[in-house]
T-cell receptor
Framework: AQKITQTQPGMFVQEKEAVTLDCTYDTSDPSYGLFWYKQPSSGEMIFLIY??????QNATEGRYSLNFQKARKSANLVISASQLGDSAMYFCAMREELTQGGSEKLVFGKGTKLTVNP | EAQVTQNPRYLITVTGKKLTVTCSQN?????MSWYRQDPGLGLRQIYYSMNVEVTDKGDVPEGYKVSRKEKRNFPLILESPSPNQTSLYFC????????????FGPGTRLTVT
C-alpha cells in the first residue's frame, strides 16, 4: 500500500482563485510529519510547509496553508490567491521515525501538476 | 551561500561502467539523503544518512552504494549501472532528522545506455 497518496495527477485553477491539493497518508506511528514541496519546470525542489503530527494548529506560510485532518489521515495543501508562478509540480512527503529518537526516512507522493490559468 | 552541490549535473554512460555522483553541503547538516525521480513515480529515497558513518537503505537501494566519511559529503556510487537506473537524482540535506526542511541539490540527470 502506498504510504503517501496524491490522487490528482493534474489540477487547473484560475489566477487569483484558491486551490486545494490533496494528500492522504498511511502510518501507524504516533510521531510523524508531513511536508509539501514545489518543483517548478526548472527542476529545483522548494520547501513550502511542514506539519507535525502533534501540532495543534494547522501550519500556514504566507499563501500556503495545510489542512491537517489527523483522523482522516489527510494533509491537503491550500494555496490562496493563485499566481501564474504557482504553476508547478507539488509533492507531499511524510517523515517516518523508524526508531524512537533514531532512524528516520522520507516517503514522497507521486505529485500533482498544478496549472494556473490567466 | 548555504547550498547543496551535486556533480556532475548531466551524465551519459554505458552499462557496467562504474560511476560516482558527488554531493556536498556547507550547512553542517547531520541528515543527508539520495532520491531518484522518475515520471509518474515521484521521488523515491535510495539511501539516507543520519550522521557520519551512519547510513541506511531507503525504498530503492538495489544497485547503489553510499558512504558518509565526512559530514559534508555523501557520494552515490553505481558499481555497475544498468539502463533502469536512468533517472534524475537528487541529493538533499537537513539539519538533522525531525521537523526540518530538506535542502535539495540541483539534480543530476543520468542516462545509462
Amino acid at each position: 500500500a502506498q504510504k503517501i497518496t496524491q490522487t490528482q495527477p493534474g489540477m487547473f485553477v484560475q489566477e487569483k482563485e484558491a486551490v486545494t491539493l490533496d494528500c492522504t497518508y498511511d502510518t501507524s506511528d504516533p510521531s510523524y510529519g508531513l511536508f509539501w514541496y514545489k518543483q517548478p519546470s526548472s527542476g529545483e525542489m522548494i520547501f513550502l510547509i511542514y506539519q507535525g503530527s502533534y501540532d495543534q494548529q494547522n501550519a500556514t506560510e504566507g499563501r500556503y496553508s495545510l489542512n491537517f485532518q489527523k483522523a482522516r489521515k489527510s494533509a491537503n495543501l491550500v494555496i490562496s490567491a493563485s499566481q501564474l508562478g504557482d504553476s508547478a509540480m507539488y509533492f507531499c512527503a511524510m517523515r517516518e521515525e523508524l526508531t524512537q529518537g533514531g532512524s528516520e526516512k522520507l516517503v514522497f507522493g507521486k505529485g500533482t501538476k498544478l496549472t494556473v490559468n490567466p | 551561500e548555504a547550498q547543496v552541490t551535486q556533480n556532475p549535473r548531466y551524465l551519459i554512460t554505458v552499462t557496467g561502467k562504474k560511476l560516482t555522483v558527488t554531493c556536498s553541503q556547507n550547512m553542517n547538516h547531520e541528515y543527508m539523503s539520495w532520491y531518484r525521480q522518475d515520471p509518474g513515480l515521484g521521488l523515491r529515497q535510495i539511501y539516507y544518512s543520519m550522521n557520519v558513518e551512519v547510513t541506511d537503505k531507503g525504498d530503492v537501494p538495489e544497485g547503489y552504494k553510499v558512504s558518509r566519511k565526512e559530514k559534508r559529503n555523501f557520494p552515490l556510487i553505481l558499481e555497475s549501472p544498468s539502463p533502469n537506473q536512468t533517472s534524475l537524482y537528487f541529493c538533499a540535506s537537513s539539519l538533522r532528522a525531525g521537523p526540518y526542511e530538506q535542502y535539495f541539490g540541483p539534480g543530476t540527470r543520468l542516462t545509462v545506455t
